[in-house]
């Protein structure tokens, strides 16, 4: 990894991980306002499912530097701990979102560089009304607030 000025050059510059027919792609790329995280979904499932991405943030980073989700709803931030991506993918589809680091130096940079956790259901299995609706019912347990901060975690990222 080296850094000229501004411009950063991490390896490896993209991650990726594979689960129930669902791929997951995270890479680096240099975004206009600063260093973006692009998550691509992709399945190759015959049918519809939910897709959860959990993305923790290094321990020093301040969760107000991370623009999640540019054009694209579905994400929850949890502060100083992790983000959270929710969508439906349908049989052979994708959906690319991400987020920006506005603020940060190299070794911040390289402390997002990590496979993010991806879980997959059936709209069968969440008991969900299915891809009509933008995103996954989530568990009765679980308040979703989209794109807001939430003061504490449902749960962890493994």
Not at 59 to 78: C, F, I, M, S
Not at 109 to 116: A, I, L
Not at 128 to 142: F, K, T, V, W
Request: one cysteine or more; hydrophobic letters at 30%; aromatic letters at 6%.
């Amino acid at each position: 990894m080296t850094a000229t000025g501004r411009r950063i050059v991490l390896e490896p510059t993209a991650t990726r991980t594979d689960r129930d027919g669902v791929s997951l792609v995270k890479s680096l790329v240099r975004g206009p306002d600063g260093p973006t995280f692009r998550l691509r979904l992709e399945s190759s499932r015959p049918d519809p499912v939910a897709v959860r991405v959990q993305d923790r943030f290094p321990a020093l980073v301040d969760p107000e530097t991370v623009t999640l989700g540019g054009r694209t709803d579905g994400w929850t931030r949890y502060p100083g701990a992790y983000a959270e991506f929710l969508c439906w993918l349908e049989p052979g589809g994708t959906v690319t979102t991400g987020y920006t680091l506005t603020d940060g130096d190299v070794d911040t940079v390289r402390g997002f560089m990590h496979t993010p956790t991806l879980r997959v259901a059936t709209a069968a299995a969440l008991g969900a009304p299915g891809p009509d609706s933008s995103a996954p019912s989530p568990p009765e347990n679980h308040r979703e607030t989209r794109t807001r901060t939430r003061r504490t975690p449902p749960h962890p990222p493994r």
